[in-house]
């Protein structure tokens, strides 16, 4: 199946650093979504991107549909220590026939007050 | 709205017992899925259902079942656990099945 290479797979950062993670694949994806998991609980969506080329805020968050539509960044500014947690890309492409949401393996980020 | 919503939030089985975890989601939604969650190896696909009285294999189904006899609810048997089933359960559900998905709080279940 398709596969989403997120990187890294965890960050260390100071309060006030700013942050970025990006996912890649080999596939052509039509929409990319970031989520983030706080310690002890589900997954809850950031921002949505469903056009090559996007560029979307939520806050200090920033993210991009790369225009090859293989990859996707995901920028956090000024970083606070609420900001901890788990962030997940995911992506739909089409899957034997039918469109199906992949998820990547996860950054986990921990930011030092 | 409550969402989706999963039940118990925690539990411990030992060796060979069995056990059904219950998702219900209130958003009316065709789409719903079961996660298991494991450190390093992000949210990995058990099982899914595009709607009422239907499932589907996921990524890694051996050893566990799932029913969805209600549009609503979504349950996850396992018939005989094993120490290798310890992990975080996540139920979602979507619209679509490529849109964004809405994930309950999770169930950790340890197996001993």
């Known amino acids: 199946g398709q596969q989403l290479n997120q990187s890294p797979q965890s960050m260390f950062i100071q309060e006030g650093e700013d942050v970025s993670m990006n996912c890649t694949s080999s596939s052509i994806f039509n929409t990319w ?3 983030k998991q706080d310690p002890g609980e589900g997954p809850v969506l950031l921002i949505a991107l469903y ?5 979307t805020s939520n806050g200090r968050l920033t993210a991009q ?38 998820f990547g393996k996860g950054t986990n980020l921990t930011v030092n007050p | 709205n409550a969402g989706v919503t999963q039940t118990p939030k925690f539990r411990v089985l030992k060796t ?19 996660y ?4 390093g190896m ?12 239907t499932t589907a294999k996921g990524e890694v189904p051996d050893g ?8 609503q609810n979504f349950l996850l048997g396992l018939e005989s656990a094993a120490p290798s089933q310890t992990s975080v359960y996540f139920c979602a559900s979507s619209i679509q099945l490529a849109d964004e998905q809405f994930f309950g709080p999770g169930t950790r279940l340890t197996v001993l």
């Open chain 2, 42 to 53: 992000g949210l990995r696909l058990i099982h899914y259902s595009v709607g009422e009285g």
């Open chain 2, 64 to 71: 566990y079942n799932v029913s969805r006899l209600k549009k």
């Open chain 1, 33 to 35: 979504l970031w989520y």
């Open chain 2, 16 to 34: 060979g017992q069995s056990m059904t975890l219950l998702c219900a989601q209130d958003m009316n939604h065709e789409y719903m899925y079961w």
């Open chain 1, 65 to 102: 549909f790369g225009i090859t539509r293989k990859d996707s960044f995901l920028n956090i500014s000024a970083s606070i220590p609420s900001d901890v947690g788990i962030y997940f890309c995911a992506g739909s492409s089409p899957q034997g026939g039918s469109e199906k949401l992949v």
């Open chain 2, 36 to 39: 298991r969650q494991d450190p």
């Open chain 1, 51 to 55: 056009k090559a080329g996007e560029l």
